[in-house]
């Protein structure tokens, strides 16, 4: 199958062996955001969500997914990591209250952290969604994406701002 190491020699897909990899000190920066209404933006601020502390339960969520990772994406390493940092800001407008999380993750090890990172983005902005779609169903998960990696053999990686 070429260079693809991703499959095994019937075609088929394989978890890659990484047993010859260096470890090195790996951190991944992903970021995510949801688009929610002013009422929802007012029940989260103010901390009055029926749900309760929606930003610090949807925090926990991220890092809980990050650590397990490997169980949702079926070719993903268990991984041992060092660190795991959610945060968000806001963004407000006239028109629009849109919440951007950002997760870092750390490893020392032999394979990255990029999905554990977008794993846990993606996990935070479900959990805000669910904590709040009593108050409106049409909130929207927006772009999700890594921003940044450091580490590994195939170097470091920076996106162009969005």
Known sequence: MGSFTHFNEQGRAKMVDISHKHETVRIAT???????????????????????????VAQVAG?????????????????????????????????????????????????????EALTAVSATALTIYDMCKALDKGMVIGKTYLLEKTGGKSGDYKRDPM
Request: negative net charge.
């Open 63 to 115: 890092v809980m997914a990050a650590k397990n990772t490997s169980q949702w994406i079926p070719m993903c390493h268990p991984l041992l990591l060092s660190g795991v940092n959610v945060h968000f800001d806001w963004e407000i407008s006239e028109t629009a209250y849109i919440l951007h999380i950002t997760a870092e993750v750390k490893t020392k090890g032999s394979t990255g952290v990029e999905m």
């Open 30 to 56: 992903a970021k995510g955001s949801i688009l929610v209404n002013k009422e929802i933006y007012d029940g989260i601020k103010e901390g009055t969500m029926k749900k309760g502390d929606v930003l610090a």
